[in-house]
């Protein structure tokens, strides 16, 4: 698996965002310059920003007041629990995992706890910050558009997931509802950065943690709904396209598109393509780790059986030689792929 990368830097406010106490002061405090410094060197890396903090509420509003801090934050979290129930929570909406956080407070008690509790989490004070935005754990890589619009991808999955929660149906009525509709295509040269940040971004949708390689096939899959374009979430790669048996030595997809049924998608047009090319079977690896049985999960829903194990991995695989692979009904597929 590629090394460890953080997904998300949560904060505290009163001490480490602004000085003082906000409640305790006769104006609402301005951040400090040095804090705005990294939050716009995280926000360009595609790193998100969040809050947990030991206040009401309303508090929230002040941060939506200040044009310096106004809509930087997602998932903020108030209120007078510890820290570490927080972070949960942030994790849990975010859908991130836990070894993906960075806290940042000047309370050392606070920081002892969530390290006591949470011990994935990297935890900082405020004052090293800026020596920590040079570790490899804040550096995500290429600078894509899908990195620089990552806070707004989380608003539209926000609004989606309020809307789901009004609606009445089962899953895949709500898909439709949706308009959910995907693209699939062979990758492009101009796709390399975004592939390479896929690949190395996503532990939850990942078969097998390999570095994307440009030069062999790959397969991309794009996804729009009624709340807006996700643009690329998906990567397929095959090692032997001219045999009879196709594997997949990487697949993988955004944790934001996951949900919606993008692996068995992504699978299903690289299945039809395989047999397309007449091979007769498609093979994946997957590492069997905690971090990746959401694409297990997928890998199930696509039609694919455990076949056997090589190493650490177990191989999944689906026959191609009976009736051709049919997308799901849920989703409506532009299916650009021709037969390798």
């Known amino acids: 698996m590629s090394e460890r990368l ?9 001490g480490t965002v602004w000085p003082g106490v906000a409640l305790e002061s006769p104006a609402a405090p301005a951040a400090m310059p040095t804090v705005l410094s990294s939050l716009d060197i995280l926000a360009g890396r595609g790193i998100l920003l969040s809050v947990a903090s030991r206040n009401p509420a309303e508090v929230e509003a002040l941060v939506e007041r200040d044009p310096a801090l106004a809509g930087r934050f997602v998932a903020p979290q108030y209120g007078w629990g510890r820290k570490a129930d927080a972070l949960r929570r942030i994790a849990d909406e975010l859908d991130v995992r836990l070894d993906t956080l960075a806290f940042v407070d000047d309370d050392p008690l606070e920081r002892a706890d969530v390290e006591r509790t949470l011990p994935e ?8 910050v800026p020596e920590a935005l040079d570790w490899p754990e804040f550096d995500p890589g290429p600078l894509t558009s899908a990195a620089r619009s990552r806070v707004d991808s989380y608003r539209k999955r926000e609004r989606r997931r309020a809307a789901r929660a009004q609606f009445a149906g089962g899953e895949k009525d709500f898909l439709r509802w949706c308009q959910l509709r995907a693209t699939l295509r062979p990758a ?20 097998t943690g390999a570095a994307y390689r440009p030069g062999g096939l790959a397969t991309v899959l794009e996804l729009s709904d009624r709340f807006g374009d996700d643009g690329l979430v998906g990567l397929a790669t095959v090692s032997d396209p001219d045999s009879l048996v196709w594997t997949a030595e990487l697949v993988a997809v955004s944790c934001r598109a996951g949900g919606r049924g993008a692996v068995p998608v992504l699978l299903t047009g690289l299945a039809r393509q395989a047999r397309a090319a007449g091979a007769r079977e498609l093979a994946v690896p997957c590492r069997l780790t905690e971090r990746n049985v959401p694409v297990r999960l997928g890998l199930g829903q696509a039609g694919f059986r455990t076949a056997g194990r090589v190493g650490d991995a177990a191989v999944f695989s689906r026959d191609l030689t009976a009736a051709e692979p049919a997308y799901p009904d849920w989703v409506t597929v532009d299916d650009r792929l021709a037969p390798a």
């Open 6 to 14: 953080v997904k998300v830097v949560v904060w505290d406010l009163d």
């Open 121 to 128: 989490v990297i935890v900082l004070a405020p004052e090293e």
């Open 188 to 207: 492009e040269a101009a796709d390399a950065d975004r592939l390479t940040e896929l690949a190395r971004r996503t532990t939850q949708y990942n078969s």
